[in-house]
């Protein structure tokens, strides 16, 4: 009798332990077998850096907040800059509305730096998140995409995406701690709203910042 019950317990034991050694396997099968999680990656990397270095305080306004209007133009801005140390990226980023909407057709952002840009292209922009009621253009600065003066004023004269266009680079001009003239505005006949900034961020040991003279 106690032999039958010793054998009964052995084969009870031996039955859990199978169990046991079953399941530690599935999960460690499971958990090799398990994708490793990719990483998200955002929909709006640039737009993510400039916020990050305004947060830094790594920015100049270039035209702050301005619904000053003289004629076709709102936020005209005449500016004698200076750059100083060596900068690893910068983006020119505007906001800008008509009757805090997304501007049309029948507005332009103008930006010049040292004689070079015009209208900004705004197709070419940088991805940025969707806004009910602002137009948002980012460029990085080595890459920037404008319709020359010569082309937009050809007819019908103004802004149009159909209008072939130019690529410029800022970017040398900064990082050469060059003296810097830019001028800015927004073309409208209606009474509009602009606000304009270069970002930048400074290569690794080196103190960046751009100045207004």
């Not at 790594?58 to 076709?72: E, W």
């Not at 137009?135 to 209008?163: C, Q």
Request: aromatic share 12%; proline share 5%; net charge neutral.
């Amino acid at each position: 009798m106690e032999k039958t019950v010793l054998k009964q317990g052995l084969a009870s034991f031996i039955a859990i332990a199978s169990i046991m050694v079953v399941v530690l396997f599935l999960n460690k099968t499971t958990n090799i077998l398990k994708p490793e999680p990719t990483p998200s990656r955002s929909e709006y990397p640039d737009f993510e850096i400039i916020t990050d270095l305004n947060n830094k305080n790594h920015f100049i306004s270039l035209i702050d907040n301005s619904k000053v209007k003289d004629g076709n133009i709102a936020g005209y801005a005449d500016l004698k800059l200076k750059s100083e140390g060596k900068f690893a990226r910068a983006y020119l980023y505007v906001e800008t509305s008509v009757n805090d909407k997304p501007i049309s057709q029948f507005e332009s952002v103008y930006a010049l730096l040292n004689e070079k840009g015009g209208h900004l292209f705004r197709p070419n922009s940088l991805k940025t998140p969707p806004s009910n009621n602002r137009t948002r253009l980012l460029f990085a600065l080595n890459d920037l995409s404008y319709i020359p003066k010569s082309i937009y004023e050809l007819r019908p004269v103004g802004y149009s995406e159909t209008k072939s266009f130019r690529k410029t680079s800022w970017f040398s001009d900064i990082d050469n701690n060059e003296e810097l003239h830019f001028i800015g505005f927004l073309g409208s006949v209606v009474d509009g709203f602009i606000d304009a900034k270069i970002y930048y961020e400074c290569q690794n040991g080196s103190e960046c910042k751009i100045l207004k003279l």
